[in-house]
């Protein structure tokens, strides 16, 4: 636990200090390379005519040769060296490299040129011809770099600005867009390549790796400590006899369900391995380097997801609280019901976007394809965009009555009806939940009865194994780690006729001393109660659950006997007995 929540500290503390420092820089400079190079552009960047694809690529180069300049910020360009006239060397800018790639006209495209273009060229575009070049291009992607150094509080960084103008015409159509894409790297050469590595990231990376590595070495000895336990449970399961088997619902060790086998195992142990194995991954990659200015998309992809998982994991040790463990277990108990009725209902869903495809696809965006579709659904489902959706449809399409049909069903069938039928479905789950938590407290119920399919989980699976035990065989050798409690039964044996007989129960953590004076059938009666709650206690211990004993005594001269259980898992055994 304390590993856990130091891995989460640490995670949260990288975090923070990558997203004030560099985070926000990286974000602005993107914006800024797209405002410079595709001023006054519509927001997806589109243009329709040749005249638009020249000017744009004019200022592309212009704003190339002019950014470093204008500024506010200091950028740097790449430079080549030239000869000049006799012994004289020039320093100029690298200039911009154009890659067109070209139709084939088969599945594989692999026909491309590259050129070079500068003030003075642009390359094909030079001539005439340009509509008909333009006719046998899928993409233009112009690239060039830019230098810039990044300050923060920590330190400062060199970067090296990767800028790519991409103009694709794949669609066509008379249609084209142009995009903008910035990918910044460390500048190992640049002047403050000395404090290009932050310490404070290089510390953080080296604990958040040491930890993860602890966490799944924990993880890996408990899964395979479950498995020895799942193992050994299966031996004794089925040296069981048909009369033991009396009040279990399951004859056969093959017919027991796997989400009771699989509890032996325990999801939160094997979610918690993958989220470690995650940000090993990560931390791994970056250790060399401080991942808060240097990151790659997929260590920020590894980081997330481990991140997340590992997170998560936290709310295991809420269980430890009735209250918390209630919303826990209605989220476990509404998973796999709520995950049955989503896909009952997935043919619905599937016919509705089919046919929104097939209606509006040519007339509006919202439906041109069957990703967007599925996100505006999603959205009416949600109830967002309704009225918008309706006055759209009722302009682009030709049938509007048909268009209304389509989203009064749609929202009448999953807004009032299935939405509605989801929400039943999580509210059963805490109602069962909370059953389930009353049921728990009345463990040490002494009545017997058949077991439901529907009741049959691990706790009592294990407690069906402890019961049927081999009494030549210690139920404690299924989990060899755990201390049973040592039961002195022959306390009872050992009663005499003196009322003068003390109390004395060792339980391995403590014991009860009682010098009151009770007749021997009290003494008895009083005994068989503590023995009863004490073999009880020893299953479920034996059983893989840790748990303790607490005697509250009333004075010298106890006439109330209480025995309060605590449980892993806040499960609370009560029990008491007053004389």
Request: glycine share 4%; charged share 15%.
């Amino acid at each position: 636990m304390i590993f856990h929540i130091l891995t989460v500290l640490v995670l949260t503390t990288q975090l923070f200090l990558i997203h004030s420092t560099f985070t926000v820089y990286r974000r602005n400079s993107i914006a800024t390379f797209h405002q410079v190079f595709l001023k006054n552009k519509s927001e997806d960047g589109s243009f329709i005519s040749v005249v638009e694809f020249l000017d744009i690529l004019n200022k592309t180069v212009e704003q190339y040769y002019q950014f470093p300049q204008q500024s506010i910020d200091t950028y740097q360009f790449f430079y080549n060296t030239t000869s000049g006239g006799g012994n004289s060397n020039h320093v100029v800018p690298v200039p911009i490299d154009m890659e067109i790639q070209y139709f084939t006209g088969s599945i594989k495209k692999s026909s491309s040129t590259s050129y070079q273009i500068d003030s003075n060229s642009l390359g094909p575009f030079n001539r005439t011809n340009s509509k008909q070049l333009l006719q046998q291009m899928e993409y233009i992607t112009c690239s060039f770099r830019y230098r810039n150094t990044a300050y923060s509080i920590l330190g400062k960084v060199d970067y090296i600005w990767t800028i790519e103008i991409q103009f694709q015409f794949g669609n066509h159509g008379g249609k084209a867009n142009v995009y903008c894409l910035a990918t910044p790297e460390i500048d190992q050469s640049g002047p403050s390549q000395g404090s290009n590595d932050i310490v404070i990231f290089k510390i953080l990376n080296i604990l958040l790796f040491l930890f993860s590595l602890v966490l799944l070495v924990l993880g890996i000895k408990r899964i395979i400590q479950n498995i020895k336990l799942l193992i050994k449970s299966k031996k004794r399961f089925q040296r069981l006899s048909e009369e033991d088997l009396v009040e279990c619902p399951y004859k056969k060790w093959q017919e027991i369900p796997y989400s009771v086998r699989i509890g032996f195992i325990s999801l939160w142990n094997i979610s918690n391995l993958i989220g470690n194995i995650w940000i090993l991954f990560a931390t791994s990659f970056t250790l060399g380097s401080s991942p808060g200015i240097s990151s790659t998309e997929y260590y920020r992809i590894l980081i997330g997801l481990g991140s997340f998982i590992t997170s998560v994991n936290l709310i295991k040790y809420l269980t430890y609280n009735e209250r918390l463990y209630t919303l826990i277990l209605t989220i476990e108990r509404s998973f796999t019901r709520a995950a049955r009725f989503i896909f009952s209902c997935s043919p619905i869903i599937f016919a509705y976007v089919l046919c929104g495809v097939s209606l509006f696809s040519e007339y509006s965006q919202e439906f041109q394809d069957l990703s967007s579709t599925c996100e505006t659904l999603f959205a009416l489902l949600n109830g967002d965009d309704i009225h918008s959706t309706f006055q759209k449809l009722d302009q682009v399409y030709p049938y509007p009555l048909l268009a209304k049909i389509y989203l009064y069903s749609f929202i009448t069938l999953f807004v009032v009806a299935i939405l509605n039928i989801f929400i039943f479905v999580i509210e059963s789950s805490y109602i069962s939940a909370k059953d389930t938590l009353k049921k728990k407290k009345h463990r040490f119920d002494s009545s017997r009865h058949h077991q439901h399919k529907n009741d049959f989980d691990i706790e009592k699976l294990l407690e069906l194994l402890v019961e049927k035990d081999d009494p030549n065989q210690p139920i404690s050798q299924l989990n060899p780690s755990i201390n049973s409690i040592n039961n002195n039964n022959n306390n009872i044996n050992n009663i005499n006729n003196n009322n003068n007989f003390p109390i004395n129960i060792n339980n391995g953590a403590g014991s009860l001393s009682s010098s009151s004076h009770f007749d021997q059938r009290e003494l008895q009666d009083i005994l068989s109660s503590v023995n009863i709650l004490q073999n009880r206690l020893s299953k479920i211990q034996n059983s893989g659950l840790h748990a303790h004993v607490i005697y509250h005594t009333c004075g010298v001269h106890c006439d109330t006997l209480d025995l309060t259980v605590s449980l892993e898992r806040n499960f609370i055994l009560e029990g008491s007995r007053t004389y």
